[in-house]
């Protein structure tokens, strides 16, 4: 899904306009950003650690954090899951290979003595889209899923399944990375300004979810009218970034660090994911080409 957003060019940069795309997991939009489709994006530390590795470091670098918490591992109603030892012979869901969930499940289930069955265990691993394991649950073809947000929620509340473990009580606090932002290494070096105003939006629009959290969640609504953003300069990006936000239902979102702070040359730092991964690509007259990973080094999980 791909709109064009209004106003962007103007808070952005001369002759540029802000499109946004919508992924239903990372390992695709890192697929994109290769491609050249993608600038910027907010996405998982797996896919963003995994695109690091497969460039040689030359793709993209971390610029942000944005969210943390906002995943579990949800069980179907019938399903006869009350232990881990439970999950042996089960059907259990992530969405997409390699993404941020589907590397906590593959080593939630190491860590628990359960292989997989291409390990010669018993426990089906399926990835596949949120929105088909919602179908799937409801069609009694899943027993289990590790889900993002809202989709996790909306397993319990539609398809009457049981959150069976929160991921965040499996990390420190209680607080762990769904979500970074990050830039393709291109854009930043020749955009690094449009890069910060992005960012800057970013902040303010972070800040202003974290102080009105209630208001934040109200559905059907603009999250953060657009007087909010303290810039005029802002506003049309930072609204569009509330449009995006709105859409995804954040729920643990973090402050950011300063945006000034932009090396291309800085080796990523994971820092503190939407419900839905997006991107945004940036269009410009003069855009330089993606860095390609090395021929041959498509690594998979």
Known sequence: MARQASGGAQALAPAARLEWKT?????SLIEALFAGEIDLAFVGPNPTITGYV????????????????????????????????????KR????????TQDVALRAWLEAHGLKRRDQGGD????????????????????????????????LVREARARRW???????PQGRFVTTNVIASVPFLRAHPEMVKRFLRAHVELTEWIVQHPGEAKLPGR?????????????????????????????????????????????IPVASFKPCQVFGASIRRRHHQPAVQPAPGDRQTL
């Open 23 to 27: 992924f239903n997991a990372g390992p």
């Open 54 to 89: 497969r460039s040689q470091g030359e793709a993209l670098r971390v610029v942000a954090g944005a969210v943390s918490g906002g995943a579990s591992l949800v069980v179907a109603e019938g399903s006869g899951i009350a232990r881990p030892q439970d999950f042996h012979g």
């Open 92 to 99: 259990v869901a992530s969405p997409q290979l390699g993404n």
């Open 123 to 154: 426990v089906a691993v399926v990835p596949v889209s949120n929105a088909d394991q919602l179908t799937l649950f409801l069609q009694k073809q899943l027993d289990a899923a590790w889900a993002p947000e809202p989709w996790g929620s909306r």
């Open 165 to 171: 473990l929160d991921e965040r009580d499996l990390w």
């Open 222 to 266: 603009d999250p953060v009218p657009r007087r909010k953003f303290r810039k005029p300069a802002l506003q049309a990006v930072g609204g569009m970034l509330a449009d995006r936000l709105g859409e995804a239902r954040l729920q643990h979102l973090i402050q950011p660090p300063p945006c000034e702070r932009l090396d291309a040359n800085a």
